[in-house]
């Protein structure tokens, strides 16, 4: 038997599989009680990038990122074990199955694992290959440029749905959504968009998140008028975006292998 | 025995090598800082800080070349010249470094200051009352040509974007945890060039918390709160603040450790009371001037109050003096009186300097 295909069968052994799923647990437990604790220090992780992260605030809170680092190889190594695992069954079921009817849906559970895989690797490219401008801020008529000219965002006004009612006394004349309206324009293509918590706008290859506004209630309040925001060019969105797809489809194979058995 | 050595060469080489990889980062290790969520990382020719807001500027010598990348109110000449502080607790630290004489304004007037150094520095017209935060005064803050301004604000960036003034913002979305609190100097100290003063400072209060560690070991740990029912709002300070740490330090009980978020933040009266009944201790946001002058006083302000065991006989109370928030250059103090408020058995003797207990009732005024 050949190095090759020793490795190769180690590294998809289930063995391997119980063994990492175990020290993951662990890893993740304490990584839960390391973050409740630290917060602040990966807080930056979303900004500064995986690399650069793991060389300042990484290194320099040891006691503390530890397990961040021990999660990276556990997920490395999963990822392969999936891999290799996924692979050797995938082969055997198109080589003992193809011809027969309904073999393809059998594929499901791998498709599946694939997709999973994709995504992972998705959100490694993303805080590897993204770049992130945090704590944009802008007031009413003002505007920023975006990196290497990719457009210019205008903040034009709020459109502020305000929350009325005395089942939250304390909150009445609230916020509820802010609906900052921006003006897009980039090389004489000119777009409105709508920015809230949790529904971004991308534009020019980047995306605008807000991250603070003001002011929160409907009457003013005692602050500024603004919206802070983070910029943010992720090109790996797509291989995430595709694992997520491919997801979609080994669960849909897996509804209709269900199907068929019944 | 096969496995074994698979999950090693998986797993730990490949840890090993991400170590191997930071070591050579050795350099930047020593060069970096991180306080919380604030940073300082020292480049060749620059400094990198990350800000409250995670804006990041770039501290440069004064006539020096700004580096590529950063806007131009983004670079800031240090050591700063002239410097406009919004909290009294950034005031403090500055006093602590030595570096009182570069503020030049605040969003205090005169009158509320309690500390030594500022009402001088008013009547030379040293320093200017800038206005409150939600009326700031721009014609003014323009007059004072101020380098930098420091702020917890970070919806004034704009204006001074616009006004050609630096802005660092020294608060964080979420309450400052005690490490952070305390370490706050050091990453102030290089808009500063004061570094070894911010480490002096920091050993300083470190070994204040050894000191109460030492102390209070073992006691045993009574309930505080600390908050306030105001008129709409009922505000507490969550778990992850620094009062909530120096508790939990002090062998003491903090009852809304599982509160979590802002400094100051809102919950429910019905959480408020519930925790209040098994109170031994509060620390109220009011000070005497604002109307906790006895617990009775405070009482009325807010009949639910009242049902707070720490306002019955049996409970202490306590409330901040003007002054306490003025004082963060005596934050070894401030923390051991606290320990001493929380384990007054444990400091016999200890003259309350920042805190006052409230009496039961407000002292009978003679006529006469």
Redesign the interface.
Known sequence: MSFFIRVWRAVGSIHLTVVVCFLLTLDLAIGYLSLRANLGIFVPLGDVGLFSWLQTYGVHNWHATAWFFALLVLLTVLSLNTFVCTTDRLVHIVKSGRGRAGWRVKLAPHVMHYAVLLILAGYVCSYVLSSSLPGRALRPGESLDLPDGAGVVTFVDFAPEIYHGNRLEGFDGYVLAANAQLVLTSGGVRREAVLNFNSPVYWGGYGLFMNDFAPRKGRGGMKQTFIRMTIRRDPSSLVYLAGLALFVLGMGLYVFDRGMKR | M??IR??FI??VL??LM??SA?QD?AE??QS???V??F?V?KKATYIEV??G????LALIPRGGKAPEGFAPTMVVEVPVQRVIAYRPFEVGVMKALGVMDTLVGVTAPKDKWFIDDIRPRFDSGQVAFIGD??RLDYERIKAQHPDLVMTW???????MDSLGIPVV?TS???AS?LS?HIRFAEFIAPFFGKEAEAQAFYQRIRTALADIRERTKGMKAPKAMWGDIFE??VLVEPG?AWVAELVGLAQSDYLFDDVYGRSCI?ISTERFLYSGKDADIYFTYRTPARGATSKAALARTNPLLARVRPLSPEGRTYAPLPHYSQSSDRLDEILTEISAILHPQAYPGHQLKYFVELPDTDPQVSKD
């Open positions: 096969r496995l698979l999950v998986s797993a490949p840890f991400i170590l930071c980062e930047k290790k970096f800082l991180n919380g969520e940073a990382n990350r800000d807001a995670g804006r990041t935060y939600s604000d970070p919806s004034i960036v704009p204006m913002v964080t979305p979420v945890c952070t709409k709002r992850n809102e």
